[in-house]
Nanobody
Framework: QVQLVESGGGLVQPGGSLRLSCVAS????????MGWYRQAPGKQRELVAV???????SYVDSVKGRFTISRDNAKNTVSLQMNSLKPEDTAVYYC??????????????WGQGTQVTVSS
């Protein structure tokens, strides 16, 4: 089993910054991809940013130039630096990992979510 724990959410004013962190623990053989998703009220959950173990990154268009995903493979952590935050960034943010916890099984794991609210 793999457990993901997020931290760093909170309330900020427009233009402010937050840094989200996620730590993976448990019986981990390998983690192929770690990333961040978000879900705003009344909207579908969307991919925000992902980073592979090899360093490849992808971002949703709305956050390009403002958000940066980073990953420490040795520590099994992933972070999301969010700058120039906008009210439309308000959502619950979820850490995600595509991981192999046993020799024969590869699964997707989710954190519990952390609330990010951007408001004056």
């Amino acid at each position: 089993q793999v457990q993901l724990v997020e931290s760093g959410g909170g309330l900020v004013q427009p233009g402010g910054s937050l840094r989200l962190s996620c730590v993976a623990s448990g019986n981990i053989f390998t983690i192929y991809t770690m990333g961040w998703y978000r879900q705003a009220p009344g909207k579908q959950r969307e991919l925000v940013a992902v980073r592979t173990s090899g360093g490849s990154t992808s971002y949703v268009d709305s956050v390009k130039g403002r958000f940066t995903i980073s990953r420490d493979n040795a520590k099994n952590t992933v972070s999301l630096q969010m700058n120039s935050l906008k009210p439309e960034d308000t959502a619950v943010y979820y850490c995600n990992a595509d991981a192999r916890a046993t020799i024969t099984r590869r699964e997707t794991y989710w954190g519990q979510g952390t609330q990010v609210t951007v408001s004056s």
